[in-house]
């Protein structure tokens, strides 16, 4: 059974940085590439990154580009997300979700998803 | 970026209904469209792939059709674990965008 477990979320103060991770099972996770999706509360689905399965290829929305940091150790079989310079529209549900078909980064389906870990940027 | 635009933003139902929630791309995406499911506190859940594949353990009930731009998802006979948020996403290209989402709400 795929299973992927968020942790990290939390209360930071803006300009702050926090590290998302999320531990994968069930899977082959070095051959799927895996994405963190966001909710703001209110607001609708936002992909925020996505990395390829050997962690070659990343992708960054411009909305965070130069502030996050996506990056996977597929021995440990966990993705991460760094967050610096964090901003109040930073604050949402961050999901972490696995590619349906590969591990190439390019257009895909996110076929499983963790429950999410509540990012909130507040002072 | 390709825009995916929902309507309606929410609809209102009730056990036994039928219910159709349409997405539009600003530029065609082939068949490159996704449906999801969300319900709070829950993980999201993918429905359709392909914009007509039937996601492993989906309910029937569940259809999506469409090409190009213009996509539907029906539900046939609304169950009561079926009220929730759906939203579409095109895997057409990068970024992977998804529309603005549909509230499904008990009449």
């Known amino acids: 059974e795929v299973q992927l477990l968020e942790s990290g979320g939390g209360l930071v103060q803006p300009g702050g940085s926090l590290r998302l991770s999320c531990a994968a099972s069930?899977?082959?996770?070095?051959?799927?590439?895996m994405s963190w999706v966001r909710q703001a509360p209110g607001k609708g689905l936002e992909w925020v990154s996505g990395?390829?399965?050997?962690?070659?290829?990343?992708y960054y929305a411009d909305s965070v580009k130069g502030r996050f940091t996506v990056s996977r150790d597929n021995s440990k079989n966990t993705l991460y997300l760094q967050m610096s310079s964090l901003r109040a529209d930073d604050t949402a549900v961050y999901y972490c979700?696995?590619?349906?078909?590969?591990?190439?980064?390019?257009?895909?389906?996110?076929?499983?998803w963790g429950q999410g870990t509540l990012v909130t940027v507040s002072s | 970026d390709i825009q995916m635009t929902q309507s309606p933003s929410s609809v209102s139902a009730s056990v036994g209904d039928r219910v159709t929630i349409t997405c539009r791309a600003s530029q065609g995406i082939s068949n490159w469209l996704a449906w999801y499911q969300l319900k709070p506190g829950k993980a999201p859940k993918l429905l359709i792939y392909g914009a007509s594949n039937l996601q492993t353990g989906v309910p029937s009930r569940f259809t999506g059709i469409g090409s190009g731009r213009d996509f539907t998802l029906t539900i046939s006979s609304l169950q009561p674990e079926d009220f929730a948020t759906y939203y579409c996403q095109q895997a057409n290209s990068l970024p992977r965008t998804f529309g603005q989402g549909t509230e499904l709400e008990i009449k």
């Open positions: 979700a696995k590619d349906r078909s590969s591990g190439l980064l390019g257009g895909d389906y996110f076929d499983y």
């Open positions: 990395i390829g399965g050997s962690g070659g290829t990343t």
């Open positions: 069930g899977f082959t996770f070095s051959s799927y590439a």
